[in-house]
């Protein structure tokens, strides 16, 4: 799937997330991240109005507003990989969010399990690292969780997206058992899962 941020200027990328915040919103699938969707809105504000304040010249507005500019970037490729993943390479879902759907690559390498999967806690309460090893051919990985031992695929959510072999997750219950595993994501689509690790939150 094609991002389409290159060759784009600032406010083009505002332009652009406004489309796929829209895309989104109006989505039955997508729309269920509203966290995501409010944090790319939010970052969509910001470069705009940063994009106002470098208008002058001044060194430091010029500055901030590349900031803004890598954070909305970041926040677009974290919008694509949810989408890629969710939308089974359905090209109406993916257009519709203002992304596009990438010439498939019949000789796409096949991706293995995540291997090294493991959990280490962290000094904050609810919250855990997670991490393995890269996957070869791999572009980003999916992390999803559950609260069951014996879990089917449909027990199964999806809680993050990276795009690094290593995730933090937080705002979990003290003393509640969860279990975790990841999926990589490549030119032709997800791979196994890793391996389930389980761990109490404390």
Not at 64 to 93: F, H, M, P
Request: aromatic share 6%.
């Amino acid at each position: 799937m094609k991002i389409g941020l290159r060759g784009l200027n600032p406010s083009e990328k505002v332009e652009k997330a406004q489309r796929v915040v829209s895309g989104m919103s109006k989505s039955q699938i997508y729309s269920k991240n509203k966290k995501l969707i409010e944090e790319l809105t939010s970052a969509q504000n910001a470069l705009n109005k940063a994009i106002e304040m470098a208008e002058y010249g001044d060194r430091r507005a010029i500055a901030a507003r590349n900031l803004c500019v890598k954070n909305l970037d970041a926040k677009l490729r974290q919008a694509a990989s949810y989408v890629e993943a969710l939308s089974n390479g359905d090209k109406k879902e993916i257009e519709l969010t203002g992304f596009e759907l990438r010439k498939r690559n019949n000789q796409a390498a096949e991706l293995i399990h995540p291997e090294n999967f493991r959990i280490k806690r962290t000094d904050n309460t609810g919250e855990l690292q997670l991490i393995w090893s890269p996957v070869k051919n791999s572009k980003n990985y999916l992390v999803q969780s559950c609260l069951k031992k014996e879990a089917k695929n449909t027990d199964w959510t999806t809680i993050s997206y990276s795009t690094k072999s290593r995730c933090l997750v937080d705002n979990l219950e003290p003393g509640k058992t969860y279990y975790f595993r990841v999926l990589a994501i490549g030119a032709g689509g997800i791979g196994p899962p890793s391996n389930i690790e389980s761990i109490m939150a404390a």
